[in-house]
Each structure stands twice: as structure tokens, then as C-alpha cells.
């Protein structure tokens, strides 16, 4: 990882901007739209996460859209998934593992439909499979996000809460469990159960970090698939004490003992998960008074997030104000440090992506509460950051893996709180299978003679895989 060092410069703002910090050396710049129509809204996208250069995007009423990125100017439409073959239903959300798209299925929005996610095989992009799709019957409010970890598959089905998934059977996916959050968290007087909706979410070993809009953030351990447990919860305690009305927690990513949330037009709280029992806030970007301001005349509704850790940058999808940057490198004062677009070009962000030094940020067709009057995808560009190599924090269970001078062994040390028989798995570039073996021991030598490249390692086992790292040979 590169280590920021950014000469900050204190500039003087109308009050309007917001903007205590400048991050001049961010650079960001526009490098084309891909358009589309109000009647089929590009709700979010992402980045090929092997590198591939094509960009997914959630393209609602148009089902999956598939663009090749190689020249960014000029991005060419290369496939589409229509909903004919989604079970009609409207795709709102997407994730990658491995070269399979995870599709979220269901209108959210006016005329709400059952919740459901797809499985999409896109070995060759150009050429999408439609491997299977599940359908929740029971439900009538969409979904709104989909999480994957190993074999199974994290719904966040709105008003339907959480559905845990089993997807080791692509073409057979299998419900396993279905978790509702109670409406009686935060304690106000006479919650409105529509207002509680499992939209925003962050899976990391077997435990859903859930965005459940006006219930707050719920800590959910799926360690039994068939019973999951909710261990902690929070929600701001300004925001229902004493006005008695919580605002909308609507994403979220974890970084160790912090999680950053995005929560509409309340900025972004940095919450301490440490103890997921006992949840604190560590810092919190509430430029415009909130909650004492108004939905309806907030120029910032705080959407999905990304964070780019190596620059510790949050980027927020902003609605009207379309982007901002926050700057956490002290946790306890997070700080607004760049923005891209403005409150007043008639125009609104919904969803964002990074990917290395690539911004995308998806815009909605909207009425209330802002004016939205264009839906697409904008590419942009930036400069991350620049500095000296540090080295990366471990997780706690994980292994270190590097090629020894001969090139042809490769050595695994796994760490001390790591189980013996888990399974390793190799990838190159693309995606595809270099090697897959199990582990007997907490140190193992393997024979195997890689071409220069990129490639990418997993550790895991029956019920959780983890992504722990890459090697790059040269």
C-alpha cells in the first residue's frame, strides 16, 4: 500500500461548499457518460474486480448492461441481460466473485416487486450466462443490495430483511434462512414498519454488517446459516431523542474495528464495532446541522460508499450534491476534503464504484427530494495519492504467502489462529484456476511455476472463504 502525503491547504469557502480541506492533489477529472433513459435508470455498477476491462451496471428496467472500458472515452456497449430472462424483475444491485455476477433483483421504488437475485456467468463478458435465479414470493418490496462470502449469498430484501442463501449449486439456488430486524430499535413511538428495509450491507466472516434505514445498523453472525442472530445495533441517539424521527442508514464499509456509514442526508457516521455489543460513534461528517435540517432541502443524501484505504478516503454518493470526499485519517474528525459536480446542475448520484485510480458514479431520474433530470454513468479519474510502500494490516486469519527465489515454490505460512485443512485457491488475471489444494500444515512449500503476472490467493473452507491477498511475479 501507498502511504498519503498530502500537503493539505485551509481554504476559505462560501458556506455553501462545505469544504474545510482541499485534496489538490486528487485531480479528478470527467472522461465520459454512458447515457441511458428514465424508464430504464442505471441505478449502480463496478468494476471487473480482476481486472477485466468492463464495467457492469445495474441498469434497472434494462436488466444487466455489460460495457467494454478499454478506451474510457468511449465506452462500447457489449452485452445486455434483458429482465425477460431476470423473471421480469428489475435489477438494482450487483456484486463479483469470481467470475460470477450476483444480480439483486426487484423494484424498490413505485410499483415494488418480489425480491430475487440471479446468478450470471461471465467467464467470457461478451457473452453473459444466465446460470439461475431465486424469487422470495412472500415479498412485494424488492431488494436493495446483495453481499457474497464462500458459498452463500446475502439478500437485503428490503421490508423482508436479510435472506441467507446457499449458491454452491449455481443453477439450484437454495434459501437457507430468513432474518427480519425488529422495528422496536431505535425506541420511538410508534414505528412505521415501512420505513425499516434491509438496503445497505457489508459481509465479513460469516457476520452481516446491515443498514436497516430508520431501524439503524444491525450486527447480525450468521455462524448458523439456519438460524442467524442479531449480537449488536446502533443508531445515533440525536436522531431520535428527543425529535422522535431516525433518519435513513443506507450503506456501508468496515475497515477492522471502524465502519463508516453513510446515512442520507445525515453525512457519515465512523462507528467503533470492536465490540459489536457495545457500539460507539468515533467520529461523525455532519456538515449541514443534521437532524435539525430538512430532507427536502438538503443538498447532501448520503447513498452508497467507497473507501480507498490506502489514501484513507471515504467517497460518498451525495444525491444532489453528486459526490463528496471525506477525509478520515483521524477518525475522530472526518473532514470534507474534495467533491465532484454541484447541488445546482439538475442533477443526482444514487450509486458509486472505485476502481484504482477510476471513479464511476451511477445518476438517477428523480422528483422529490431533489430534481434529478438525467440517468447514467459519468467515468471519472483521479490521482490517488502517492508515497512509500507500507505494508498492508493482516487480518486476523489469514495467511502470508510469497515465491521463493527458485520461482518454481511457493510458500504458505499460515497464521497461528488459522485452522490446518483449509483450502487454497489460485487465480490468474482472468479469473482463471491456477491451483486448488488443501493445507495440512502451518507451513507448506508447493512446486508450480507461474508466468509473470498478477495473480490472486483465497483461504478458506467449507463455510467461509477469504480473500487474503495477491503476488505479483515479475
Same mark, same amino acid.
Given at each position: ?13 462560501l ?5 474545510a ?18 424508464n ?15 464495467? +457492469? ?5 434494462? @436488466? #444487466?448492461?455489460?460495457? %467494454? &472500458? *478499454?478506451?474510457? =472515452? $468511449?465506452?462500447?456497449? /457489449? ?16 456484486t ?40 422470495l ?16 449469498? +446475502?439478500l437485503?430484501?428490503?421490508q423482508? @430483511? #436479510?435472506?441467507?442463501? %446457499? &449458491? *454452491?449449486?449455481? =443453477? $439450484?439456488?437454495?434459501q /437457507? ?16 414498519p415501512?420505513l ?21 445498523v ?6 448458523n446459516?439456519?438460524?442467524?442472530k ?11 431523542t ?13 475497515d477492522g ?6 446515512? %442520507? ?14 457500539i ?22 448520503s ?21 463528496m ?6 477518525p ?81 505460512t ?41 495473480y ?6 467449507e463455510?467461509q ?10
Open positions: 500500500m501507498k502511504k498519503c502525503r498530502i500537503i493539505l491547504a485551509v481554504l476559505t469557502f458556506a455553501a461548499s462545505h469544504l480541506q482541499n485534496c489538490n492533489t486528487m485531480n479528478i477529472q470527467w472522461r465520459s457518460d454512458i447515457s441511458s433513459t428514465c430504464e435508470m442505471a441505478m449502480t455498477m463496478m468494476h471487473d474486480i480482476a481486472g477485466k476491462p468492463f464495467l +457492469y451496471i445495474a441498469n434497472k428496467e434494462a @436488466g #444487466l448492461k455489460i460495457y %467494454d &472500458i *478499454s478506451i474510457q =472515452s $468511449s465506452p462500447a456497449l /457489449v452485452a445486455t441481460v434483458p429482465i425477460a430472462l431476470l423473471g421480469q424483475l428489475h435489477v438494482m444491485n450487483l463479483q466473485s469470481g467470475n460470477y455476477l450476483y444480480l439483486a433483483l426487484g423494484n424498490t421504488f413505485t410499483n415494488p416487486q418480489k425480491a430475487g437475485m440471479a446468478i450470471v456467468d461471465i467467464s467470457s463478458p461478451t457473452s453473459p450466462s444466465v446460470m439461475g435465479i431465486y424469487v414470493n412472500s415479498s412485494s418490496t424488492g431488494a436493495g443490495i446483495v453481499k457474497v462470502e464462500g458459498n452463500y449469498a +446475502y437485503g430484501a428490503m423482508s @430483511g #436479510l435472506i441467507v442463501l %446457499d &449458491i *454452491s449449486n449455481k =443453477s $439450484s439456488i437454495q /437457507v434462512s430468513q432474518f427480519i430486524p425488529g422495528i422496536n430499535f431505535p425506541p420511538v413511538l410508534n414505528p412505521n415501512q425499516y428495509n434491509a438496503r445497505g450491507m457489508e459481509v465479513q466472516n460469516i457476520i452481516v454488517y446491515l443498514c436497516y434505514d430508520a431501524g439503524g444491525r450486527i447480525i453472525n450468521c455462524n446459516k439456519m438460524a442467524p442479531e449480537t449488536g445495533r446502533w443508531c445515533n441517539p440525536v436522531m431520535f428527543p425529535l422522535n424521527r431516525p433518519k435513513a442508514y443506507n450503506n456501508i464499509i468496515v474495528s471502524l465502519a463508516y456509514v453513510a446515512v %442520507d442526508y445525515c453525512g457519515m457516521e465512523l462507528l467503533n464495532i470492536s465490540d459489536t455489543a457495545a460507539s460513534m468515533n467520529g461523525w461528517w455532519n456538515p449541514y446541522n443534521c437532524p435539525n435540517n430538512n430532507w427536502f432541502t438538503s443538498p447532501v443524501h447513498n452508497e460508499i467507497s473507501y480507498n484505504k490506502t489514501c484513507k478516503k471515504i467517497f460518498l454518493s451525495t444525491g444532489k450534491s453528486d459526490m470526499v471525506v477525509d478520515v485519517t483521524n475522530a474528525a472526518p473532514d470534507s476534503c474534495n467533491f465532484y459536480g454541484g447541488s445546482a446542475n439538475n442533477l443526482g448520484t444514487w450509486g458509486l464504484g472505485l476502481f484504482q485510480d477510476q471513479i464511476y458514479l451511477s445518476y438517477i431520474c428523480a422528483a422529490i427530494p431533489f430534481t434529478s433530470n438525467w440517468t447514467g454513468v459519468k467515468i471519472l479519474n483521479y490521482s490517488p495519492c502517492a508515497g512509500t510502500e507500507i505494508p498492508e494490516e493482516v487480518p486476523e486469519k489469514t495467511c502470508q504467502v510469497y515465491l521463493k527465489p527458485t520461482r518454481n515454490l511457493l510458500h504458505i499460515l497464521k497461528q489462529s488459522a485452522t490446518i485443512n483449509e483450502t487454497f485457491i489460485l487465480r490468474d488475471l482472468l479469473g482463471n484456476l491456477i491451483l486448488k489444494t488443501e493445507l495440512y500444515s502451518k507451513q507448506t512449500d508447493l512446486e508450480i511455476s507461474l508466468s509473470p503476472g498478477l490472486f490467493y483465497q483461504l478458506g473452507n463455510t472463504e477469504i480473500l487474503s491477498g495477491k503476488i505479483l511475479v515479475q
